[in-house]
């Protein structure tokens, strides 16, 4: 992972050592780093130089205001799938004029809000919405600009619940009726069709899907183009997948070639919307060993960070490398442990029988691969207040968003009338 590594025997992001960001902060805590940030989406705008093409960063991967204001720095854009995202993304220097608004359920408040920020473009999922966004566009005088996001019924070989490219997921517009939304487009009064748009799932680590999918949509450019439409704009959304473990994904030459090949010759702007890409090996989740339990049959390493922190072990199966803070010592003895949280769940379980040197209580650990869809999506399950969230810069590092406390938690309750 660029960005973090031992030194003098100890885990550090880029110049700090965790043992400092846990002695300030205290664990559990997600560390980012700008190093690794920065790299990753250089390495994107490196890959697509020459092309027609820009990036949107999804937001929905890590939406820490401090990560999207280090990506509005470098120029990029956003992808956001709620007001709220909409209204990070801005608060975090990115204007309207370079956000794609994605999602299948947008409402009608959020559409205005879109449209009033001078929105870059709306992506429709659905014939619905297309008429709700009509209507919210014409009063206020305005025609939304849209593309259409089409579902090309491409197996993405990811997981079953990143999985949005199919033609029984609940994304975008079925293939077969997508001439046919686009003509409904052109006779509503407050839109105007400017793009196509696909998103085939995350966590891709083969480029075949990516390329049927997006063979189809230039395919369906054609079609759309020969119905009278006139189509500038291609998003081919995110997805790429990142290591966890032993994964391989394509490379970003490879894959800038291939979205070359099939849409350099089109006269079409691409948007790319990588969120996990460039996000998800920036940052670690730290931990603390609370206890080590020896049970009839197996050992628990019970740390502080649980399940309501990081969830992609118990949603998704999903793997993290868990790091000691302390670096072990070459040939010591490795023995296979389970790695969980405190909290009520039997899936509260970050690793099965994962292979680690002897730990104890206190020592630190760190989840590896952490900065994408971790922060966001902690939740206050059990009571257990938000993580805070750390970014490291050299030397330096600032508490970016702050533990949350029970007393916050609790003072958003109210107690009913008739409780007295
Ligand atoms: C989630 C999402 C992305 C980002 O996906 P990653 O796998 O994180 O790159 C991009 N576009 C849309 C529409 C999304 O829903």
């Not at 960005?3 to 400092?20: I, N, Q």
């Not at 691969?369 to 969230?389: H, K």
């Amino acid at each position: 992972m660029i960005g973090f590594s031992y030194r003098s025997g100890v885990l550090h992001a880029e110049g700090v050592p965790l043992t400092a960001i846990a002695a300030a902060v205290g664990t559990p805590v997600y560390v980012y780093s700008t190093e690794a940030l920065e790299h990753a989406y250089r390495a994107y705008a490196q890959a697509f130089e020459g092309q027609d093409a820009g990036v949107c960063y999804a937001l929905k991967a890590n939406s820490n205001l401090a990560v999207i204001r280090t990506f509005a720095r470098l120029g990029a854009g956003a992808d956001v799938v709620s007001e709220g995202e909409l209204r990070r993304a801005m608060a975090a220097g990115i204007p309207a004029s370079r956000v794609v608004f994605s999602g299948v359920g947008k409402t009608r408040t959020e559409m205005r809000t879109a449209l009033e920020a001078g929105i870059h473009q709306l992506n429709v999922e659905s014939v619905p919405e297309l008429e709700a966004l009509s209507e919210v566009a014409s009063s206020m005088g305005v025609e939304a600009p849209i593309a259409i996001r089409v579902n090309p019924d491409v197996d993405a070989k990811t997981h079953a619940k990143i999985a949005t490219g199919k033609k029984e997921n609940k994304f975008g517009i079925d293939w077969d009726h997508a001439r046919a939304v686009y003509a409904r487009a052109a006779a509503l009064p407050g839109i105007k069709a400017v793009g196509i748009a696909v998103h085939i799932g995350s966590q891709l680590t083969d480029l075949a899907p990516f390329r049927a999918a997006y063979t189809r949509v230039a395919d369906l450019l054609h079609q759309l183009r020969e119905d009278g439409h006139d189509i500038r704009r291609l998003d081919l959304g995110g997805g790429l997948g990142i290591r966890y473990k032993e994964e391989a994904p394509p490379d970003l030459p490879a894959y800038a070639d291939m979205v070359r090949s099939i849409t350099g010759n089109l006269g079409c702007q691409v948007t790319l919307e990588p969120g996990r890409s460039l996000v998800g090996n920036a940052g670690v989740l730290l931990s603390r060993v609370i206890y080590v339990k020896q049970g009839l049959h197996r050992r628990f390493l019970i740390v502080d960070a649980a399940m309501n922190d990081l969830i992609r072990p118990s949603l998704y199966d999903a793997y993290h490398a868990v790091l000691p803070v302390t670096e072990p010592v070459s040939g010591v003895e490795i023995a296979p442990i389970d790695v969980v949280g405190p909290v009520c769940e039997s899936g509260d379980t970050f690793a099965l029988q994962r292979p680690l040197p002897a730990l104890a209580a206190d020592d630190l650990i760190a989840f590896g691969s952490a900065g994408a869809y971790g922060a966001v999506m902690a939740s206050t399950y059990n009571t257990r207040p938000l993580v805070p969230e750390v970014l490291v810069n050299g030397d330096a590092f600032a508490v970016t968003r702050r533990r949350q406390t029970v007393e916050e938690l609790l003072a958003m309750e109210e107690r009913p009338d008739w409780q007295g």
